[in-house]
């Protein structure tokens, strides 16, 4: 499997971007899928979560903020982020989750006046 994420950029604070990753080689929809960052100087996190069956969970500074979803039929998973706070500043990742496949190019999200 091959994941390749983008839709970044540059955004102000209170801001939107969605986020997509799409995946070849075979179809992601057997395994939960997650989004996962990796701010300057920190560790990749995960960061949102869906399952095979559409359950989604988040980790608590993103509630409210970030939406998962999945299209089957595309094989694609997307990231809705809302209200951008600078602190979302990362380099952006899809993974399955838990981790599985290699780690594909992620995308950046800067969020800065």
């Known amino acids: 499997v091959q994941l390749q994420a983008s839709g970044g950029g540059l955004a102000q604070p209170g801001g939107s971007l969605r986020l997509s990753c799409a995946a070849s080689?075979?179809?992601?929809?057997?395994?939960?899928m997650g989004w996962y960052r990796q701010a300057p100087g920190k560790l990749r996190e995960l960061v949102a979560s869906?399952?095979?069956?559409?359950?989604?969970n988040y980790v608590d500074s993103v509630k409210g903020r970030f939406t998962i979803s999945r299209d089957t039929a595309k094989n694609t998973v997307y990231l809705q982020i809302n209200s951008l706070k600078p602190e979302d500043t990362a380099v952006y990742y899809c993974?399955?989750?838990?981790?599985?496949?290699?780690w594909g190019q992620g995308t950046q999200v800067t969020v800065s006046s």
């Open positions: 080689g075979r179809p992601l929809m057997i395994n939960s």
């Open positions: 993974n399955s989750n838990p981790i599985y496949w290699p």
């Open positions: 869906v399952t095979s069956g559409g359950s989604t």
